[in-house]
């Protein structure tokens, strides 16, 4: 297992110097930088636009830019937010862990109920409750995430049942630990029902098939004619392998935490990751914008990784180093 992930973890190597390559480059397509915008200002002379352009090695070419910032990178250091005035690490770690709270509680929500609902699903196949599943699904599917959301900040402010976008209160510095956390979980509603519907009604479609497709093989049969009871025979054998394939989507899932969920995130106001790429590249702070392009794809392929080894660990059947 150790020298696999070690393995694994080295190919990452080549893989995030390619991607930073590409999407640096694409960076520098766009017309212009943040120091464009400031010469607008008449107040600021194009000596000092200049001087801060070669202070900040915006002057240089292309390449000598990215082995600069590249350098930097690697040992640690994310460069300077032209926008906010202070380090990227920083800026990262005060909205990151909103981002996490959120995609955390929206996967531990999806999980919970599509799996269960693709099984009952399964189990009660071309029944009413399975007929009536299956076209609420197909009609979520159609629905997108950000019109959703609009749909729910218009019902929640009608009702006034939920507050409306944001992730606290005003009066939040005001209240207990407990009102806190009671208060985010309230804020936490809408955005979470919102990016969870989409996902839920794919993952018990699949569970759904996998174990119709389970509950035909042989050894199910087996252990049907053996007399066992019929939820050991669904549970312990069939929803087992049923979800072996599920675990592979674990990887995106994982890589979703961080980048999924923006447009939600922008929609409801929620201060999280995908806020700051979009205040980030409309003021072409490419700094900040690239340390998120980075911190999306190293999760992506940690999380394909991760996959692989949930799926060893669930299947003994599967080998890591084959």
Partial sequence: MFRYILKRLIQMIPLLIFISIISFGISKLAPGDFLTQKALNPSISPETIAAERSRLGLDQPVPIQYVRWATNFVQGDMGQSFMYRTSVSSLIVQ???????????????????????????????????????????????????????????????????????GMTSPDFAYMNGFQQAIDIGLHLIIPVFAVAVGSIAILQRRMRG?????????????????????????????????????????????????????????????????????EA????????AMAGIMMGAFMLLVGNLLADILLALVDPRIKLEA
């Fill in 281 to 288: 590249l409309q003021g072409l702070d490419m700094t900040l």
């Fill in 210 to 278: 996998n174990l119709l497709d389970v509950l035909g093989e042989e050894y199910v049969r087996t252990a049907r004619a053996k007399g066992l009871p019929e939820n050991r025979v669904i549970y312990k054998h069939a929803v087992r392998n049923a979800i072996n394939p599920l675990v592979t989507i674990l990887g995106y899932e994982f890589a979703s935490l961080l980048s999924g969920f923006a447009l939600v995130e922008i929609i409801i106001g929620w201060p999280g990751m995908g806020m700051m790429m979009l």
């Fill in 95 to 165: 909205r990151l862990g909103n981002t996490l709270i959120l995609g955390v509680a929206a996967f531990i929500f999806t999980w919970l109920v599509a799996i269960p609902l693709g099984i009952a699903m399964a189990v009660r196949q071309y029944s009413t409750f399975d007929k009536v599943a299956s076209g609420l699904t197909f009609f979520l599917l159609g629905i997108p995430e950000f019109f959703l959301a609009l749909l729910l900040l218009f019902a929640a402010a009608k009702t006034g049942v939920l507050p409306v976008g």
